[in-house]
């Protein structure tokens, strides 16, 4: 890498998800002038020791990255699971970047991702990652979702859940019909990704890694659709979880326009296609890739008056 950008005022954007972790640094003109990836975290690990220890390091390496870059004079962060009470998030990314306290704003990811497709009042964000949510950000500014409970909960559609139904079902036909694993497509790209197809692997991965770990199981689904009807099946159910997400928020709020993103709902066209045969024929879907860490990263570029 060259030389940090020390020439030119750069707001610094960071969204924060369950997988990865995404920092870009822009200039007040709104060009992205460096950008990159650290691992993932969620707000949520802050109320255990061993938690804070995994955000401090993740955040200690996004400070290195990016300053060696630029030095960003305020940061906008969006974070997975973030409830509002971020002090000590604000202290380490002050003291790691050496931004002021009063030039940090951190918000909840799906906020940041909303103002990546939308201006307030003017669509619906349906976002599928490791897990889901739909948001409507109205004309007063008030942020209104469906969904977003959690994995633990629902989050129905995005990667955990699929990797969880991908799970159930091989281990399922597995008490039935022991070896069964053998003949499925899923199964065999399952256990590949997980090491092995002994119960002690899957019961490892699902109990022992993180939920953005668990989602990336996610992906060997997909992997074995057009070869496996249960994968399929899996899939076209994503996207139909996915769509009464984004009806919840017509029935309350009226007929908008639709936007399907996030790394779930790139994980096959069956998902889109789901989702759309799903939805009133009037209503109109999109999908686009997501990039809210340039959203975050423009709007602490910004200048204030």
Sequence with gaps: MGKPDTDRTLGLGIDAGGTETRWALSDPAGEIVAEGTVAGLSALQMAKPAGR??????????????????????????????????????????????????????????????????????????????????????????????????????????????????????????????GAWQESPMALAVFDHVGGSDWSYSRNFIYTQERGEIGKLALAVAMSAGADPA????????????????????????????????????????VFEAMRAELPPGLNLQKRTAKPHHAAARMAARPRN
């Design 53 to 178: 220890e995994q955000v401090h390091a993740t955040f200690s390496r996004l400070a290195t990255d990016v300053l060696e870059a630029g030095a960003p004079l305020r940061i906008c962060a969006g974070l997975t699971g973030f409830g509002g009470d971020g002090n000590v998030l604000v202290d380490w990314l002050s003291t790691l970047l050496g931004v002021r306290l009063d030039a940090i704003t951190l918000c909840n990811d799906i906020e940041v991702a909303y103002l990546d497709a939308f201006e307030p009042g003017q669509g619906y964000l349906v976002y599928a990652g490791t897990g889901s949510i739909a948001a409507y950000i109205d004309e007063q500014g008030e942020f209104h979702r469906a969904g977003g409970r959690g994995v633990t909960l629902d989050d129905a559609g995005g990667g955990f859940w699929i990797a969880r139904e991908a799970m159930r079902r091989i281990w399922r036909l597995e008490d039935e019909t022991p």
């Design 231 to 270: 994968a399929r099946h899996i899939l076209l159910q994503a996207g139909r979880e996915l769509a009464r997400l984004g009806l919840a928020l017509v029935t309350r709020f009226g007929a908008r326009p639709l936007v399907l993103s996030g790394r779930a709902a790139e994980l096959h066209p069956l």
